[in-house]
């Protein structure tokens, strides 16, 4: 069972960088190895030979509630002396602060993950199915949830759905995972969806489901298609795949640009620069190299990281942009200073123009359900008009797709999705008090306080 957790695990290493871990169960102890890392670092044949067991559950963590230490790496575990429990949390709760003064919380961990976890092991005594249809009527916010206790893998998504969690078939059983690209690689067939408001189970039973809230409606984040989830994975029932050759179709019909060249920042960028090179008549190439050993820059856990992960990520090509006039296809602009390197550095590449076309349409405001862009004075697009935006990053022209044709080219309703990055109408309610990052700790030395 570690080893087909690992190889999820690997599967959707794009989620997050800064942790892994894997939690299994022998139907008496459960037992958890986690650390700082990537999946590869965190595990080899040594650590996954000692995780024995039949039941299991991973997690690869990228923090949008508390720091990046081992105490938060996740799964995370808890025991009330007799009976044990690991959860993965993806997503992030908006009533944190008021669940932790509610129940006295003071945890080693600083997470919203370990509070749940915390909150779910006072009622392991009635067995942990009980304790969560006790507790998940009380949490406010997105939230995947795989949870495990010594016999039973458990699943339960918010009511709203945000962030997306799925169903898998094995040979011998039933798994879950936050992409479907996941069930691919560990071969297994996708069954369905976990249901906003639901509860899932699977033991040496089979399958069923508990309804613990009913779903006001569908609000999928809508950036996962635009850039978290992997290509190669189905949400909705459509690949993100066909959704961003799209973008770039209906981007090159409301962007036009006078070109020679289009190229993607990789990898997001790859699907839609095809689609609009198409729509355009215009050649595609490949201007940038990427140094595929390199993470995420977006989700680098501070600015200083993000910039030299940049440096190191993407190398321009002198000889496919030298002379040309680009139009250069990303996903979306959030903070900007990425952007504003990879302008700079085609132009020291010798690019006679940047024409930048962004398959989203401006981020201004804060996401509070799981990514990490808490406060507006971190987006670039808070205050600043699309020309003065332009002006910043450095390109000769900027485009950003509509909102309304983004969400068309998903194929999906409008009012299925989360769109309060674009829009700020956030599903659930937001406290008055903005929750934060580091919500459950002091700020770390040197860390300006959130306003």
Sequence with gaps: MARLTYFGLFALQHRG???????????????????????????????????????????????????????????????????????????????TAELAERAGWRGGATTDSDLV??????????????????????????????????????????????????????PGGFCFASETAALDIVGATFVRDVEPGELVMVDDEGLRSRRFAESPRRALCLFEFVYLARADSRLYGRTVLS???????????????????????????????????????????????????????????????????????LNPMPEAVRGRRLVVVDDSIVRGTTTRQIVQTLREAGAAAVHLRVTSPPVRWPCFYGIDMSTRKELVATDLTVDEVREFIGADSLGYLELEALVEATGSPADSFCRACFDGKYPVPVPEREPTKFALEEEPAGRPSPP
């Design 17 to 95: 960088q800064e942790s892994a871990g894997i939690s299994v169960s022998d139907g008496r102890a459960i037992l958890v190895f986690k650390e700082l890392g990537l999946v590869s670092q965190v595990f080899n044949e040594a650590t996954l030979a000692t995780l024995q067991g039949e039941l299991g559950i991973g997690h690869t963590r990228y923090s949008t509630t508390g720091s990046n230490t081992w105490d938060n790496a996740q799964p995370a575990f808890k025991t009330d002396g007799r009976r044990g429990l690991a959860l993965g949390h993806n997503g992030n709760l908006v009533n």
């Design 117 to 170: 976890a915390t909150l779910l092991a006072e009622h392991l005594g009635e067995g942990l199915e009980v304790a969560a249809m006790r507790v998940l009527p009380t949490l406010e916010g997105a939230f995947s949830f795989v949870m495990m206790d010594e016999r039973t893998v458990f699943a339960a998504r918010d009511p709203h759905g945000l962030r997306p969690l799925s169903i898998g078939k094995l």
């Design 243 to 313: 959704a961003r050759r799209e973008m770039g179709r209906r981007l090159a019909l409301q962007a036009p640009a006078d070109a020679d060249l289009v190229i993607p920042i990789p990898d997001t960028g790859h699907a839609a620069a095809q689609g609009y090179a198409e729509e355009a008549g215009l050649p595609y190439g490949e201007g940038l190299m990427k140094n595929r050993y390199v993470g995420r820059t977006f989700i680098e856990p501070t600015p200083s990281l993000r910039s030299r992960g940049v440096k190191l990520k």
